[in-house]
């Protein structure tokens, strides 16, 4: 009997069958990260972005407060990071969101939270490689007193959220650069790739360090007066500022959603995926705090607006020499490196998901069978990535990947207590969220409601031109191609 409209939308893939799945179809992902080099995939895509860039767009918004929407989007992540470690226990397979939400709320769903994450860790990685530009030309300044041509890294594409300017003559050439360098790397294979982070990780965070003993140098308390932004022309006073703020910033959180997206290449993932997400949650948030309140107390407020390179131009003001700022825009240029890496391997690895479930075509999920990567899959999403980079202006990018990563994590909270109800208390998992299935769930749901409700009207337009082709594209090939579809 063929199944109805309705119950193809509902239909649901049990949680065991992904890995059987991916060995028969294309060939499998190869376990061989453990909880160290997992941990610094989080760290990688978190710590940095956030502060290297988003403090220019947030501080305008919220004023010396933006520690305060720093610490909202570190509760409301803490939130989702116990949903996340929960299922990330039960359904140990690549794709994270997208498969929690494949395993529970059916497959309608999943494809709508697969769309909210390619429309994330496409533009993350786009919108950083963007930002990495700016720390190599300071970097350039300091050390050789020589600049990249300003038409070979500006964007030819300029959005300040009502009109959109053309440059013509101008290409943004770094970030496209750094993307090719991290697509040479991901088609070595994740093994070689993690190793690369976790070093850089471990100069990133050797950076934040360095800069943030220098800042505290210059601290002054009367930075943080007037504490909430006052100017009410763009409605940003007060709490409003704040909150626009924290909507701005938390995309930078999506290194917990990539530890999850690795779940397939991870050796004993019930125990070191949930793990590997609270550390790097841990990591993340006391870094963010430190940095952001080293930086609030070495320079007013109004001076982050346009900012370029801004955590570099603070320590060259505290010190008035050039060297700190050399050494920070330096350890910059690397770890950012970093996050645009595990950004365009977290979206490869939701590509591969999505492919392996028929939804989108096979190409996605060949994987070569000397490196163990995704290759063609890398290509692609590289190639696209690159070209936004080279041809975009970042100032939109980072509340739309906040408004997919936001999403996401709804979607993620609403799977816990389905997935508890399916599977019943007796199913093997690594991890529980406290206080039942309801409490830490529902929170997290309101928590990124509430940040959501503040983010530009223009950001809600593009998000839903974008919803509306994924659900032209799921009705038109997606439900015809299902691997479910064709079980029957």
């Known amino acids: 009997m063929n199944p109805t409209l309705s119950q193809k939308l509902m239909r649901t893939k049990p949680a065991e069958r992904a890995h059987e799945d991916s060995q028969a179809h294309g060939g499998g992902l190869n376990r061989t990260l453990g909880l160290f080099p997992l941990t610094m995939i989080g760290v990688g895509a978190t710590v940095g972005t956030g502060i290297f860039f988003t403090m220019v767009e947030a501080v305008p918004k919220a004023g010396p407060a933006v520690i305060l929407s720093f610490l909202i989007a570190a509760i409301t992540a803490g939130l989702t990071a116990l949903c996340y470690a929960e299922l990330a226990g039960r359904v140990p397979a690549s794709g994270s969101s997208y498969s929690f939400a494949y395993a529970t709320v059916g497959e309608f769903a999943a494809f709508v939270v697969a769309a909210c994450l390619l429309l994330e860790y496409g533009l993350a990685g786009s919108a950083v490689a963007i930002g990495w530009s700016d720390y190599l030309n300071n970097f350039l300044q300091n050390a050789f007193g020589w600049e990249i041509p300003a038409h070979l890294r500006s964007p030819m594409f300029v959005s300040d959220h009502s009109n959109l300017t053309v440059h013509s003559g101008n290409f943004n050439l770094p970030p496209v650069l750094l993307i090719v360098m991290c697509c040479i790397l991901l088609v070595r294979g994740t093994k070689e790739s993690a190793t690369t982070n976790a070093i850089m990780v471990v100069v990133k965070l050797a950076i934040l360090a360095f800069f943030s003993a220098i800042a505290f140098s210059g601290f002054d308390a009367a930075n943080f007066t007037p504490f909430f932004n006052t100017d009410n022309s763009k409605g940003f006073a007060g709490m409003a500022g704040v909150t626009a703020a924290a909507g701005t910033v938390f995309f930078s959180f999506i290194g917990l959603d990539t530890i999850a ?23 993340v ?76 075509p096979k190409t996605f999920q060949k994987v070569n069978p000397k490196s163990g990567a995704p290759v063609s899959n890398t290509l692609i999403v590289c190639l696209v990535v690159g070209l936004i980079a080279g041809l975009v202006d970042s100032t939109f990018l980072w509340d739309m990947v906040s408004m997919g990563t936001l999403t996401a994590f709804i979607v993620v909270s609403i799977a816990v207590p389905v997935i508890r109800a399916k599977q019943g208390p007796d199913a093997e998992v690594g991890f529980r969220v406290p206080f039942g299935p309801y409490v830490i769930p529902g929170l997290s749901i309101a928590a990124c409601l509430y940040i959501m409700k503040d983010l530009p009207l223009a950001t809600f337009r593009v998000f839903f031109i974008w919803m509306a082709a994924a659900v032209a594209t799921y009705f038109l090939y997606s439900v015809r191609h299902s691997r479910l579809n064709k079980k029957g």
């Open 261 to 283: 997206t690795a779940g397939e290449e991870v050796k004993d993932p019930r125990r070191n995926v949930p793990i590997g997400i609270l550390a790097a949650l841990i990591i």
């Open 285 to 360: 948030t006391a870094f963010y705090m430190l940095v952001a309140l080293a930086a609030m107390g070495a320079q007013p407020a109004h001076m982050f607006e346009g900012q370029q390179a801004g955590l570099s131009v603070i320590l060259q003001n505290v010190t008035g020499k050039t060297w700190p700022a050399l050494v920070l825009s330096a350890g910059a240029v690397v770890s950012v490196f970093s996050v645009t890496l595990v950004t365009i391997y977290g979206q490869t690895r939701i590509l591969y998901a999505i492919s392996r479930d028929g939804l989108i």
